[in-house]
Nanobody
Framework: QVQLVESGGGLVQARGSLRLSCAAS????????MGWFRQAPGKDREFVAG????????WYADSVKGRFTISKDNAKIAVYLQMNSLKPEDTAVYYC?????????????????WGQGTQVTVSS
């Protein structure tokens, strides 16, 4: 089993920055991949960014490319999402997820473990 706990959400003004953290515990293998997703009120969950524990290039949704950066710390077993140049449309609950089978997936259905989410609110 894998447990994921997000933190770092909050209220920020437009053009500001936030850094989300996801602490992982349990049986995490280097072959696992991690993703950040978000869900705004009344909207479907959408993929934001992904990264593989064992290495390789991360992948991003077009809407966040150039503004968000996903990274990991293998020693701390943590994944981060640095969010810069935030916009009001980035407001959502952000979720950390872990998957085992489909590398470079942007489909939430291919992720096996989920955190509880952290709220990010960007004011205009």
């Amino acid at each position: 089993q894998v447990q994921l706990v997000e933190s770092g959400g909050g209220l920020v003004q437009a053009r500001g920055s936030l850094r989300l953290s996801c602490a992982a515990s349990g049986r995490i293998l280097s072959t696992y991949y991690m993703g950040w997703f978000r869900q705004a009120p009344g909207k479907d969950r959408e993929f934001v960014a992904g990264i593989i524990w064992g290495g390789g290039s991360p992948w991003y949704a077009d809407s966040v490319k150039g503004r968000f950066t996903i990274s990991k710390d293998n020693a701390k077993i943590a994944v981060y999402l640095q969010m810069n140049s935030l916009k009001p449309e980035d407001t959502a609950v952000y979720y950390c997820a872990a998957g085992r089978t489909y590398y470079y997936s942007t489909d939430g259905a291919t992720y096996d473990y989920w955190g509880q989410g952290t709220q990010v609110t960007v004011s205009s």
